[in-house]
């Protein structure tokens, strides 16, 4: 029987809704400006009136966004949904150049750029029919095209639940970005499972501190907090400033964050933690990589019972597994050591061989999943499409392995496995033990070709204060693995590369060994 329909609530809807049961309270703070629910739901609607009338907008259109963190870019958000146009937010730290090619490939009519990017705009210029500028000025003005259109509300434009809502740029390891499509009923799904799963209880009297780009897994966070009306507080650094993290912390009586495992160190391990009152916290989430033990244990001990680890990529929405506070302990007798959860509400979650096949509890393979939650498909590639997808299934591309009861356990991304005289090594049971030595505060194991048994290991350290010596901490190291799965290696750096979203990557680090000459048979 085919369904009698398949339309689902527009996404803007969630602003709609909370501006309608909670107009005069503040909804977006930034710095030392807010915004009432109400104010935001009239510029997000005068903007779309603007898109539809001065540039013709209409559902379908994709809208490409290359902005830093601001009320705008958050409003604009919306405006696109009601016109039915699909939100195509970039990684803002891109190169012009690279912007220029996501421009072309997800076939973008418009294109919203904060004025700190000229280059950019002029790169997207002949791929793009109109472009608004934020913080810029002249007609084509983002504050000035809501003050000509406000008071303006154009009716909601009706949708599927497989139309696209969002392109979501995939990082990836290696090639360009790939657009994954995210859709109004997914995305739907995805917000009731956050507040459902990751932060049960959040209501309008709670408060939520963006601390990573509202482009990728932090819009989605926050869209979560606009659909039960919570304040989104965003920081007016466009810098990364632990201190004002946690001022604003004590001063809005914040109550969940997301973030990343390394941007969760950094703010644990600053002074400022001490200074500011930060007990209205209760869920501060993590996602993107798992959490290494003994950062867990120093976050749990500084900031109590509050942390959140879930599994999940831009394709599945961070809509895999899910860890909850009761199951974070710093007793290490009282925690599954290394699981990030069980299967999120509503997806199930498999180990599979090659073969498609589910293996035994223990046994190692790659992370499957179905629900609702997983992406409509990339969109314009079905090499990507033929690869990701078999027999129903999306195959993350992460190795790991899940106990009797259901906790998955990742071993790590299967482009970071190295094979060593015809062993599987896996990167993350090596750095786990390498992070309990005292001196060290983060690390990075890589496999490098070696003639003798293909590949061996290279750990990238960064020392808490002067570098040990390389074999010292390969002598302390050795009782604790088999010699097989010994670094051959080990090189100290100041500081990690990191991503635009805080992340460690594997790809990054083997850049930059490779530039500085660390890697064998590669010249400085």
């Known amino acids: 029987m085919q369904p009698v329909s398949t339309r689902v609530m527009n996404l803007c809807g969630f602003l709609s809704d909370s501006a309608r049961r909670h107009r005069d309270e503040i909804g977006f703070v930034w710095g030392t400006h807010t915004w009432t629910w109400g104010e935001m739901e009239a510029r997000s609607a005068a903007f779309a009136a603007a898109l539809a009338d001065r540039y013709g907008a209409r559902k379908g259109d994709r809208i490409l966004v290359q902005s830093a963190n601001c009320n705008q870019m958050f409003e604009a958000m919306f405006a696109c949904w009601r016109l039915g146009c699909v939100w195509v937010p970039a990684n803002y730290r891109q190169t012009p150049d690279e912007i220029a090619w996501l421009a072309g490939s997800s076939g973008a009519r418009g294109l919203i750029v904060g004025a700190a990017f000229p280059d950019h705009a002029a790169a997207c210029a002949a791929q793009v029919d109109y472009t608004v500028t934020i913080g810029g000025d002249g007609a084509d003005d983002y504050d000035a095209l809501v003050a000509d259109y ?5 009716a909601p434009v009706a949708v599927d639940r497989d139309d696209p809502a969002w392109f979501f740029f995939t990082s990836g390891t290696t090639g360009r970005p790939k657009a994954a499509v995210l859709t109004h009923g997914q995305m739907a799904f995805v917000v009731t499972n956050h507040l459902c ?6 209501g309008p009297d709670d408060a939520s501190i963006v601390v990573a780009p509202l482009s990728h897994g932090a819009g989605i966070h926050q869209l979560a907090q606009v ?9 007016a650094s466009p810098r990364f ?20 495992p390394t941007i969760v160190k950094l703010l644990v391990e600053h002074e400022s933690v001490d200074r500011h009152d930060h007990s209205s916290l209760r869920y501060v989430i993590y996602a993107g990589a798992p959490m290494y033990r003994a950062d867990q244990k120093r976050a749990l001990e500084t900031l109590g ?40 509400t509503g997806m199930q979650v498999q180990i599979q061989g090659p073969d498609g096949q589910e293996v035994p509890p223990g046994d190692t393979g790659e992370v499957a999943v179905i629900g609702p939650a997983v992406f409509a498909g990339y969109h314009e590639n079905p090499e990507a499409n033929a690869k990701s997808f078999r027999d129903g299934w999306f195959l993350t591309g992460d190795l790991g392995h899940m106990d009797e009861e259901g906790y998955l356990y990742l071993t790590g991304r ?29 690390v990075a194991v890589l496999g490098i070709p070696d003639p003798v048994w293909g590949e061996v290991g290279i750990a990238v350290c960064v020392s808490r204060g002067s570098a040990p010596d390389a074999q010292a901490l390969l002598d302390w190291l050795g009782p604790q693995l088999p010699r097989y799965k010994l670094p051959k290696a080990v090189v100290f750096w100041s500081e990690m590369p990191k991503s635009a979203y805080g992340k460690i990557t594997k790809k990054m680090i083997r850049e930059e060994l490779e530039e500085r000459g660390e890697l064998p048979g590669v010249e400085a």
């Open 150 to 154: 406000m008071g303006q509300t154009p």
């Open 197 to 202: 799963d990751l932060m049960p209880g959040t």
């Open 227 to 235: 659909a039960h009306a919570v304040k989104t507080i965003l920081p």
């Open 241 to 260: 400033d632990p201190e004002e993290v946690w001022s604003l912390v004590e001063t809005w009586r914040v109550t969940n964050a997301f973030t990343v």
């Open 305 to 344: 019972p509050v942390l959140v680890q879930y599994f999940g990529l831009g394709e599945v929405t961070g809509n895999i597994t899910v860890l909850p506070p009761t199951q974070h302990s710093i007793d290490d007798d009282a925690m599954r050591i290394g699981t990030c959860g069980i299967a999120r």
């Open 414 to 442: 299967a482009s970071d496995m190295y094979i060593s005289g015809g062993s599987n090594i896996y990167p993350r049971e090596i750095e786990e033990k390498i992070l309990q030595h005292p001196e060290i505060s983060e």
